[in-house]
């Protein structure tokens, strides 16, 4: 069974700093993207940062330079370092590996953790 947990989440002040990690189980996350989506109260599911399995990245366009994503294969871990935080960042961050390839199909994700940027 393919399993994600995330850690990291909190209230934070805007200009504030976080980061996030996910680890995964059960299977071999290397071979598969990892990252991490939000959903902010009252709007769909976005895309906040991807690392492919060749290492390339993509973001949501509001990302601006002030996050960055990260892996680590060893640990079957994935992080997001957060700079900059704004009030508009507070939603719930979802972990997520996925992607199609010789080992199978995978999409998964985590149970969320919750990002409260306030004074």
């Known amino acids: 069974q393919v399993r994600l947990e995330e850690s990291g989440g909190g209230l934070v002040e805007p200009g504030g700093s976080l980061r996030l990690s996910c680890t995964g189980s059960g299977t071999i996350f290397s071979l598969y993207g990892m990252g991490w989506h939000r959903e902010a109260p009252g709007k769909e599911r976005e895309l906040v940062a991807w690392?492919?399995?060749?290492?390339?990245?993509k973001y949501g366009d509001f990302v601006k330079g002030r996050f960055t994503v990260s892996r680590d294969n060893a640990k079957n871990a994935v992080y997001l370092q957060m700079n900059s935080l704004a009030p508009e960042d507070t939603a719930v961050y979802y972990c997520?590996?996925?992607?199609?390839?010789?080992?199978?199909?995978?999409?998964?994700w985590g149970q969320g953790t919750l990002i409260t940027v306030s004074s």
């Open positions: 690392m492919y399995s060749n290492g390339n990245t």
């Open positions: 997520k590996a996925g992607g199609s390839n010789w080992h199978g199909d995978l999409e998964a």
